[in-house]
Nanobody, 129 residues
């Protein structure tokens, strides 16, 4: 599975961006659980959001709840992360990842991405104050 994240850029505080993660494989996204992670300069990677299509479950880190929404288009094999009300602390490289074992989004959060099977290159999001 090849994953490619896109949609990052420079945005002012309070603005919005939508990140996309396109998956290239013989399987549709419903075959996986998908997650978004981010890493700011000098900081460890952190979980942002995850989704599992089997039961439509999602999970978000507390700091993005109510501002970010993870969704997907199975026909396009693409996962999205809609980010609204962006803050300077959201500045980071955002990466998407796939879990072939369809793990629960909460478990993806707890394992901080170490259980994910495939990773895509990240896309930089910069929020200016």
């Amino acid at each position: 599975v090849q994953l490619q994240a896109s949609g990052g850029g420079l945005v002012q505080t309070g603005g919005s961006l939508r990140l996309s993660c396109a998956a290239s494989s013989g399987r549709t996204l419903s075959s996986y659980s998908m997650g978004w992670f981010r890493q700011a300069p000098g900081k460890e990677r952190e979980f942002v959001a995850a989704i599992r299509w089997r039961d439509s479950s999602t999970y978000y880190r507390d700091s993005v709840k109510g501002r970010f929404t993870i969704s997907g288009d199975d026909a396009k094999n693409t996962v999205y992360l809609q980010m609204n009300s962006l803050k300077s602390e959201d500045t980071a490289v955002y990466s998407c990842a796939a879990d072939l074992h369809k793990g629960a989004p909460l478990n993806i959060a707890k394992t901080k991405g170490y259980a994910m099977d495939y990773w895509g290159k990240g896309t930089l999001v910069t929020v200016s104050s």
